[in-house]
């Protein structure tokens, strides 16, 4: 098969289909809601209909519509952002950034705007099929470079899935020029601790045309990336779903809570942001040469990546707050004040306010899930 024809089902949208994708969200009444909700002066609003009428690139798309939309968003939900670490890469190579995973919406919108931003070129975004519940998502994402990761489909359709996604990254790389964001493994990090699926890397092998497993990774020249949020913007929803994980055995997350996560990620305070590129992982894949056990060869690789994305992850107040809260100690209350207590303890009460039953366990989980960071860099001895 043809690879245009192989990645029809999960490619981004391209340049000729623009202005057909735009003409069908601007007669969608739900984009149209959403769009009213985002910009509530009615001026401005049908300023941002008009350009997105007349746009008919991707590129354009990016520029005129994300960039400036992540732009209010950042300005309106954070105190701050930064990208930082570009001297630790050749930006004008194509690479797979693999990162932590911590808002759906936000990480790849925050990282592909922030790049653009310092004149690195935007990357193509792994999305899971379970987020685009309705044809406005689907739309908007694939007009902003969005692939899509099949999730919840039957095995012998996800070994294929997983090939025909494997292929498309090792092409997107090697053969288009084009930089891939992909999570490190499947859904957010809800309880802080950062560590790579080995299926990710199985799945990314599953194209390597060499004998070496190795040679196969340094070709798509690995990038591991840190997302650091001073403030999880989902944290007593990440919560509440682990709380339901563990006392529901019938629980299965519906749609709606994607959706409803979708929106406060975008919508809820962030506080100060920085991510942070680490050193491509060519530099030290030779620790692999040796292990002939491809299993263990992938293991190593996974906490390659581990170690530089959680040396590279940025710690707050609130980290050490929660640690020494969880563990009972002033450890670390050199770097904390009282007034950091303070609006973290507001900030405890306000996000787990949601929840009404389990709350001693509720109030574990939150800890733990500002605590592990933390408590990963010490794992790790960086710190």
Not at 208 to 227: C, E
Request: net charge negative; charged share 30%.
């Amino acid at each position: 098969m043809e690879l245009s024809k192989r990645f029809e089902e999960i490619r981004p949208y391209r340049d000729h289909e623009v202005k057909k994708v735009i003409a069908e969200l601007l007669a969608d009444d739900a984009f149209l809601h959403i769009l009213d909700k985002i910009y509530p002066q009615k001026e401005e609003c049908e300023q941002v209909i008009a350009i997105l009428k007349t746009l008919d690139n991707v590129v354009d798309f990016q520029y005129k519509i994300i960039r400036p939309l992540v732009g209010r968003i950042s300005q309106m939900s954070t105190d701050s952002f930064d990208l930082i670490g570009k001297e630790n890469f050749d930006t004008q190579k194509s690479h797979i950034f693999i990162s932590n995973h911590r808002d759906i919406v936000l990480d790849p919108a925050f990282l592909n705007v922030g790049a653009i931003n310092k004149d690195i070129k935007a990357t193509e975004i792994a999305i899971g099929s379970n987020l685009l519940i309705y044809k406005w998502i689907t739309d908007l994402v694939k007009l902003n470079r969005s692939f899509v990761v099949k999730r919840d489909i039957p095995v012998k359709q996800m070994m294929e899935a997983s090939e025909t996604l494997s292929h498309y990254i090792r092409n997107s790389v090697i053969e288009r020029d084009r930089s891939v964001w992909i999570a490190q493994k499947e859904g957010r990090t809800k309880n802080g601790i950062d560590r790579t699926q080995v299926a990710l890397l199985k799945m990314l092998n599953i194209s390597n045309p060499n004998d070496s497993t190795r040679q196969g990774f340094l070709d798509l020249d690995i990038v591991p990336l840190a997302l650091s949020y001073e403030i999880e913007p989902c944290g007593g929803l990440k919560v509440l779903e682990l709380l339901r994980k563990k006392h529901e055995p019938d629980y299965k997350k519906s749609p709606g809570e994607d959706l409803r996560s979708m929106g406060a990620g975008i919508i809820r305070p962030k506080g100060r942001v920085v991510f942070k590129y680490g050193k491509p992982i060519n530099e030290v894949l030779s620790q692999t040469e040796e292990i002939k056990n491809k299993n263990k060869q992938l293991k190593v690789v996974a906490e390659i990546i581990d170690k530089s994305v959680i040396e590279n992850y940025t710690l707050w107040p609130f980290n050490f707050i929660a640690h020494d809260k969880l563990n009972q100690s002033d450890r670390f209350k050199d770097q904390y004040t009282q007034d950091d207590i303070d609006r973290f303890e507001k900030l405890t009460t306000e996000s787990l306010s949601i929840i009404e039953e389990h709350k001693e366990e509720a109030v574990q989980l939150w800890l733990e899930m500002y605590a592990n960071p933390l408590q990963s860099k010490i794992d790790f001895n960086l710190l």
